[in-house]
């Protein structure tokens, strides 16, 4: 690329149209095949120059495993394995620091040295956050197009809406609402970026799932009563006594395709005798893609040279 640059092991220059030569951090090894980048700031004022690749995809198992992926209220992501993932957040200590810091930045006298400082320091507490947040969406995208050959995940479009309405506080203690709240911002946009880095990864083995009903219906017996549902984080069958996390559960029903659509409903809750698909051969399930779903699905399959260089 003639508008890109290495100085040096640690230091390269770009090109930026009306700007001209800008330095940046090295961060990561460019490949050859790049052929556009885009400059962004973050909220905290840091700059990143991303190099646009399409990453190589990620080769599964090859053993026909499937894995169907939940996204919970309780923790971030369930797996039909029964593991639970959650996206690594703020500390407590650290939102705790976030909230004093809003709090004071609420009182602070408008167009202040002080109200300005703030708002840098409420800043770099939050790109921290979103930067755990997109490494582990990374991590886990590229550990689970490893691991299993189709990953199936529900439908987020039908279901975002439905679930947080419905969002309720846990646990009592300290700040939960602020937290919960938090949380579940943390979790919508880290889910949608997540499936998308999985269709980057995983191209053509990622499935998506109508999810209605997966969180009444029992992965064992496929019993369908909204009483299945004991609580946000229990799941406990009345036809057959199976027991089980409910967002595990609700992952067993999408990792088997097993959802109640409208036609083949049964909405006086008998069983759903349908036996687990393996192969997806039923085309009604298959859910088109939106190219616009997603944090940022512009900025996605790109290599980051990220550095420190401004707005500090
Ligand atoms: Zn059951």
């Not at 120059?49 to 971030?76: K, N, Q």
């Not at 197009?145 to 529900?154: G, P, Q, S």
């Not at 009444?216 to 229990?234: D, F």
Request: charged share 30%.
């Amino acid at each position: 690329m003639d508008h890109c640059a290495r100085l040096s092991r640690k230091v390269g220059e770009v090109r930026v149209p009306k700007i001209g030569w800008v330095r940046f951090r090295w961060s990561r090894d460019i490949p050859a095949c790049v052929k556009s980048y885009r400059v962004t700031r973050d909220r905290a004022g840091r700059r990143h120059v991303a190099f646009a690749v399409v990453p190589p995809p990620v080769d599964g198992p090859g053993t026909g495993e499937i894995v169907g992926v939940d996204r919970g209220i309780v923790v971030s992501a369930a797996l039909s394995t029964g593991e639970l993932l959650s996206v690594p957040g703020l500390r407590d200590g650290e939102a705790r620091r976030l909230l004093r810091l809003e709090r004071r930045l609420a009182r602070a006298r408008r167009e202040s040295n002080r109200r300005r400082r703030l708002k840098v320091a409420v800043a770099r507490l939050k790109a921290r956050e979103t930067d755990r947040r997109k490494d582990w969406v990374e991590k886990t995208s590229t550990s689970l197009a490893r691991r299993f050959d189709v990953i199936r995940v529900e439908n987020l479009n039908v279901r975002g809406m439905a679930r947080s309405a419905r969002g309720t506080v846990e646990r009592p203690g300290q700040n939960v609402r602020a937290k919960s709240a938090l949380n579940r911002s943390i979790q919508s946009a880290g889910w949608g970026r997540l499936v998308t880095r999985l269709e980057h990864k995983a191209p053509g083995r990622v499935e998506k799932i109508n999810p209605a009903y997966t969180s009444q219906t029992c992965g064992a017996c496929g019993h369908r009563a909204a009483e299945n549902r004991k609580s946000q984080a229990v799941f406990h069958c009345r036809a057959c006594g199976h027991r089980d996390h409910a967002d595990v559960n609700a992952a067993r029903n999408i990792a088997v395709g097993r959802t109640v659509t409208a036609r083949g409903g049964s909405p006086m809750g008998r069983p759903v005798n349908r036996e687990p698909q393996f192969v997806s051969s039923s085309p009604k399930r298959r859910v088109e893609i939106s190219p616009t779903w997603g944090e940022d699905v512009i900025d996605s399959p790109t290599l980051r040279c990220g550095g420190r260089r401004a707005g500090r």
